[in-house]
């Protein structure tokens, strides 16, 4: 079965700096899905940035990038310019690349403290 | 917000009470989810159901029990439940099939947390 593991369970970041968060799983699949999520106190999960497994190109959404290292099964989340806002929970996720195989696997999360 | 709804945002429950907690999503997705959230732990997978069928049911105890009528609706009936039980209790949805670049990305509610006295 896969697993998803985030080694930090806590981690800051001054403001405006940048932080990386990591994540490593383990599959035997070759084809998947990896996610990060956000929780900020008492507000829903949201999508933060997804990859596809296929797709070499590290997927970028604005300040938020990751690092996916496939042969290492890594998957780190950067954070640029770091905003208090971005104080969070981040929770890495992983899914089958299979059709209605939809048991994501989450990791343990990360909390992220941003110091003004 | 997500497009996903649940109520109650908050629920206190004796271990004799039965209740019901509610989840909607209004974006047409076909595949709905139950996990639970406890302090410290990974988010655990409870129920999916896919085209309003069940599909998964992680060994969860038969104190608590899914019904979901419809592809836009889900409840979590609880009865006779444990301390322990309590937690954040997340709804989400994704959609698995029929669109084009489907990406499998699920979309949470805020949570009902749960205190079991």
């Known amino acids: 079965a896969q697993t998803v593991t985030q080694s930090q369970p806590e981690m800051s970041v001054q403001e405006a700096e940048t932080v990386t968060l990591s994540c490593t799983y383990d599959?035997?699949?070759?084809?998947?899905?990896l996610f990060w999520y956000k929780q900020p106190p008492s507000r829903q999960m949201i999508l933060v940035i997804r990859?596809?497994?296929?797709?070499?190109q590290n997927a970028t959404e604005n300040r938020f990038s990751v690092n996916f290292q496939k042969a290492a099964k890594s998957f780190s989340l950067k954070i640029s310019d770091s905003q208090l806002g971005d104080a969070a929970m981040y929770f890495c996720?992983?899914?089958?690349?299979?059709?209605?195989?939809?048991?994501?696997?989450f990791g343990a999360g990360t909390r992220l403290t941003v110091k003004p | 917000e997500t497009g996903v709804t649940q109520t109650p945002r908050h629920l206190v429950m004796g271990m004799t009470n039965k209740k019901s907690l509610k989840c909607e999503q209004h974006?047409?997705?076909?595949?709905m989810y139950w996990y639970k959230q406890s302090a410290k732990k990974p988010l655990e997978l409870m129920f999916v159901?896919?085209?309003?069928?069940?599909?998964e049911n992680n060994s969860v105890p038969s104190r608590f029990s899914p019904e979901c009528p419809n592809s836009s609706h889900l409840f979590l009936h609880l009865h006779t439940l444990q301390p322990e039980d309590s937690a954040l209790y997340l709804c989400?949805?994704?959609?698995?099939?029929?669109?084009?670049?489907?990406?499998?990305?699920?979309?949470f509610g805020p949570g009902t947390r749960l205190t079991v006295t």
């Open positions: 599959t035997s699949e070759s084809d998947y899905y």
């Open positions: 974006l047409g997705h076909n595949a």
């Open positions: 990859q596809e497994a296929y797709k070499q």
């Open positions: 989400a949805s994704s959609q698995e099939v029929g669109l084009a670049g489907v990406t499998y990305e699920q979309y």
């Open positions: 159901y896919n085209f309003k069928e069940q599909t």
């Open positions: 996720a992983y899914r089958s690349d299979q059709v209605l195989n939809n048991d994501m696997r």
